[in-house]
């Protein structure tokens, strides 16, 4: 059994993504108009499956309507019985009424986290102000609750960030973080690859810190297993396979990639004694699945 621990799904008549909907608008991942199209679970099905992939984890995608997406993965768990799906939903840890729309979530069965993005690309960033989450006490109080709460945070931001969140992370260290598309290493000059590699080392230091090999195609759409090796290799080593797990970021990473060229690259990448971990233990670990 394996597990894709970092997926999303989308069915477009029932929760509104404006992100992904608008036209002429370039994103740093790429252009979205391959994707403006349903992603349903019997499709991401049918692509996994065919690598003994047989449980996953959705993460939240910028739906207008969070508690809808999480409303409508949860029913889309409960229609697929045979198919383990756990989700992280979007919660705004700095909310004034951080606790009730947590309890709200925590009624949803299949909820394992919360995703609240930190960085996605330097370009937008600077338009969003996304980054202003780490000046805000607020945040790191709603870290703190959710290790309280057994719950767990996906962190998705970019390397000029890592030491900034490493010390605000040391302040809630009950909260275990799964650090998403292996901290979004953007610049892939040898130069920037060496500055990603030190700063990642204030998130790895951390044990309650776990890596995502995820998303390596969002940024480089021609990328091969040969051009990200320095960033696996990086990882599983700062890591160690114990806390890295595989996520294939589908449809997003189907822009750069199909599904199995995602796995042959990987294959390529992994030594097979640590296939277990990165494929299927660290995952069913770090999000709650039950061993079979």
């Known amino acids: 059994m394996r597990i894709d621990a970092h997926h999303h799904l989308w069915d477009l008549n029932a ?12 994103r740093f991942f790429g252009d979205p108009t391959p994707i403006q199209r349903d992603y349903l679970l019997p499709q991401f099905r049918k692509d996994a499956e065919a690598y003994d992939f047989k449980a996953s984890v959705h993460i939240q995608v910028g739906a207008a309507d969070p508690w809808a997406e ?30 009730d729309q ?22 937008e960033d600077a338009k969003s102000g996304t980054n202003d989450l780490l000046e805000n006490p607020k945040f790191l109080a709603g870290l703190r609750e959710l290790g ?44 920037g690859l060496d500055a ?9 230091s951390m044990p309650q810190v776990f890596c995502k090999l995820s998303g390596l195609g969002m940024f480089d759409h021609d990328w091969s297993a040969d051009n990200v090796r320095p960033i696996v290799e990086t990882c599983l080593s700062q ?54």
């Open 15 to 26: 929760v509104h993504y404006p992100w992904l909907m608008e036209s002429g608008t370039p």
């Open 70 to 99: 999480a409303k409508w993965v949860q029913s889309v768990a409960d229609q697929h019985p045979d198919w383990p799906l756990a989700q992280v939903a979007y919660c705004d840890l700095t909310s004034d009424d951080l606790p």
């Open 102 to 123: 947590l309890d709200r979530l925590q009624s949803l069965p299949s909820l394992r986290g919360v995703r609240q993005i930190i960085g996605r690309s330097p370009g």
């Open 148 to 191: 309280e709460r057994g719950l767990s945070f996906d962190l998705q931001l970019l390397p000029e960030l890592m030491e900034q969140t490493a010390r605000i992370l040391e302040r809630a260290p009950r909260t275990k973080i799964a650090l998403c598309h292996a901290g979004s290493p953007h610049d892939r000059s040898e130069d």
């Open 196 to 204: 990603w590699a030190i700063a990642l080392e204030n998130l790895s």
């Open 239 to 292: 890591f160690d396979p114990e806390r890295c797990m595989f996520g294939s970021n589908f449809p997003v990473d189907s822009l750069s990639s199909t599904y199995a060229e995602l796995i042959s690259r990987y294959t390529a990448l992994v030594p097979d004694t640590q296939w277990e971990d990165i494929f299927y233990r660290t995952s069913a670990g770090f999000y709650g699945f039950v061993a079979e």
